[in-house]
């Protein structure tokens, strides 16, 4: 059964209204030799319940996280959201929301906005936040992109153990930009190679961007190389791909950051095979005019009242596209909402004992697995969350092994860093029970 609208007698009354005799001459304008000849080669309409049916199938193909024991982040992180988050931001006021370029008639969404960005800088502990980007990775063009306009040097240095899809993106930003990106090593604790990055910033290097916790799960020490970058008036640029980790480590900004950006998905936002996800951006305030996207800014209306406005937008579609710091365009505004949701209901302490909980479960996998035979941590530094493990044989073949078990057990590094074959990116959250790490172990051990 279909649903049309509109009855044969609907159609013949609305014919006649524009003097047409019949629906085919509505497409008189189109030439014959553009018109499909033939039907499409679709499936034929189904009757809502059949339909519904048939995407859940389609859909069972699928690897479910209920199923699965699942180890991998790289990224992307399972954390568990308060029901309270997709109840609020499934609010029509809130969920067909376009950008709020009136503020007379978009004060509740502008607020939101403007929540977001005060929480974000608090957590960053930075003097002014964006209204968003479209992910991590664009969060760090973004702000590779705005030390080049700021500093005007033509080099940023990039550790190699930035995620590596974010490296990528970066690569596709500045392609056109003329800027040259200069990757930095790691040592064999899986930090950055620090005095690699002292012997080539020189007065052309515009930034150095790292990441902390990096792509191995190892968290960075950088307050040092912020006050040695500030010395040498350079940018300093670190991305944070695990937001959680925000409620243990002291922010860029206390450790000399001057741009703080990343991945906003672990607070409230599902994995959902990548996206859509969020991204934050903050920086200090002598950087204002400079940020791209758009800031949502508090006011007084004309009578006395608090009330918010789109305070900088200098975005190509508002101004001369020379003059614009971005072409972002409606991003994830929905998924900053149910970021400012998830942190209202954290709160500080309550994003701290997720932390320090994440923390431990993963150290707790870490330490039974350095207790396998042919098994050994790759990585001495100290590690939130995720942490690289080496294998005694390819870690694509364990993963592939594994899966038939219904275990996700990482992600190969292989296909990321020559020479890492046998290294396997294992992950654990607040959401991977006891039962799930013995397990993984004992496959482990058996293989």
């Known amino acids: 059964m279909r649903y049309l609208p509109h009855t044969e007698q609907d159609i013949k009354e609305m014919l006649e209204a524009i003097g047409v005799s019949n629906v085919e001459a509505l497409f008189d304008s189109i030439p014959d030799s553009l018109r499909l000849e033939e ?109 080049h306009r700021i500093h005007g040097g033509k080099e940023v240095l990039i550790a190699s153990a930035v995620h590596p899809e974010y490296r990528r993106v970066v690569g596709t930003y500045t392609r056109s930009s003329g800027l040259k990106l200069i990757e930095v090593p790691f040592l064999v604790d899986g930090r950055t190679d620090l005095k690699f990055i002292e012997e080539h910033v020189g007065e052309n290097t515009a930034a150095v961007a790292l990441q902390s916790p990096n792509f191995f799960g190892v968290v960075e020490e950088y307050a040092a190389l912020g006050e040695f970058l500030k010395e040498k008036e350079t940018l300093f640029i670190v991305n944070v791909a695990e937001p959680t980790s925000l409620g243990i480590l002291k922010p860029p900004g206390e450790r000399h950051a001057d741009i703080a950006v990343g991945e906003g998905q672990g607070f409230g936002l599902p994995v959902s095979y990548g996206g859509p996800y969020v991204g934050f951006f903050a920086t200090r305030e002598r950087y204002f005019r400079q940020v791209p996207g758009r800031i949502v800014g508090e006011t007084l209306d004309r009578e006395g009242r608090r009330s918010y406005a789109l305070t900088l937008a200098t975005r190509e579609q508002h ?129």
């Open 319 to 447: 101004i001369r596209r020379e003059k614009a710091t971005s072409n972002i365009c409606t991003n994830q505004g929905l998924c900053a909402l149910a970021v400012t949701v998830y942190l209202a209901a954290m709160g500080k302490q309550g994003l701290r004992e997720l932390a320090i909980q994440n923390l431990k479960t993963a150290d707790a996998l870490k330490n039974k697995l350095s207790k396998l035979q042919g098994y050994e941590i790759k990585f001495s530094g100290e590690t939130y969350n995720e942490f690289v493990l080496e294998c005694p044989r390819p870690a694509a073949e364990i993963r592939d092994r594994l899966l038939e078990e219904k275990i996700v057990a990482g992600l190969p590094l292989g296909d990321y860093y020559p020479g890492m074959n046998n290294a396997l990116l294992i992950c654990a959250t607040e959401l991977t029970p006891q039962h799930q790490i013995d397990h993984l172990v004992d496959r482990l051990g058996a293989l």
């Open 39 to 147: 039907p499409l080669n679709i499936p034929a309409a189904l009757p809502e319940a059949d339909l519904v049916q048939t995407l859940r199938r389609m859909a069972q193909r699928n690897l479910s996280v209920d199923d699965y024991a699942v180890f991998l982040g790289a990224g992307a992180y399972r954390h568990f959201t308060p029901s309270l988050v997709n109840h609020i931001i499934l609010r029509g006021e809130f969920s067909t929301s376009y950008t709020p370029y009136q503020p007379e008639v978009s004060q509740g969404t502008l607020q939101a906005v403007f929540e977001f960005q005060s929480m974000i800088c608090m957590l960053t502990g930075m003097d002014l936040a964006n209204a968003s980007v479209y992910d991590g990775a664009s969060s760090l063009a973004e702000g590779v992109l705005m030390a």
